[in-house]
Each structure stands twice: as C-alpha cells, then as structure tokens.
Nanobody
Framework: VQLQASGGGLMQAGGSLRLSCAAS????????MGWFRQAPGKEREFVAA???????TYTDSVKGRFTISRDNAKSMVYLQMNSLKSEDTAVYYC?????????????????WGQGTLVTVSS
C-alpha cells in the first residue's frame, strides 16, 4: 500500500486548504480512509474518516470546518479544511483501513502516508 499526501502549506487563520491523498496497492473502494494529524510535541490524533459507503466521521474539534471526501475512480481521498485555526497546525497523514468493508473506529487504520505539513498563522 502506498499513500501519498499533498496540499499542505502555510495559511493564515480563517483561510482554507485542501489536502489530497493518492492511494495505490489495493482496491481503493473497499477500504475506509482517514486523516490524522500530529502537532509539534503531541501525539498523533484522529481527524476524520470516510467509509467505503462514504459515511464520514470527525473529531469534535473539526466538525463543521473540515470535510472528508473520496473519489473511488481516482483512488483519492481529500480533506477540505475551512476556517483554519492556529491549533490546526500539524503534519497531516492519510491512512487506510487494514480490513476491507470494515470500520470500527480510528484503531482500524494500519497503513499510513508520509504526511504533509499544514501551518496556520494567527
């Protein structure tokens, strides 16, 4: 499995960014996909997930601001981030679930991309 995240950068608070992740190696449409982030000095945390049926879940701190989506034809997952805050600054990682057609929460992800840095200035 290969996951290649892109789209990070420097943005002012209140702005928007769209992260993309290209997946390969397995049949993309069969797996839940997710985004995680790791801020400096902190542990990696769950941000959002989308199942193979496009049902999405979010951590509370990004609800109403971030939107996860997927394009099965392109094997891509996206994270649209609006109303960015300084506390959103982190390296963002996309992830793929280990088991096909199964999602029971963030612990189900077992494949990770290399991360893309998002810096939000206040």
């Amino acid at each position: 499995v290969q996951l290649q995240a892109s789209g990070g950068g420097l943005m002012q608070a209140g702005g928007s960014l769209r992260l993309s992740c290209a997946a390969s190696g397995r049949t993309f449409s069969m797996y839940a996909m997710g985004w995680f982030r790791q801020a400096p000095g902190k542990e990696r945390e769950f941000v959002a997930a989308i199942t193979w049926t496009s049902r999405s879940t979010y951590t509370d701190s990004v609800k109403g601001r971030f939107t996860i989506s997927r394009d099965n034809a392109k094997s891509m997952v996206y994270l649209q981030m609006n109303s960015l805050k300084s506390e959103d600054t982190a390296v963002y990682y996309c992830a793929q679930a280990v088991r096909p057609y199964y999602y029971d929460g963030p612990t189900g992800f077992g494949y990770w991309g290399q991360g893309t840095l998002v810096t939000v200035s206040s």
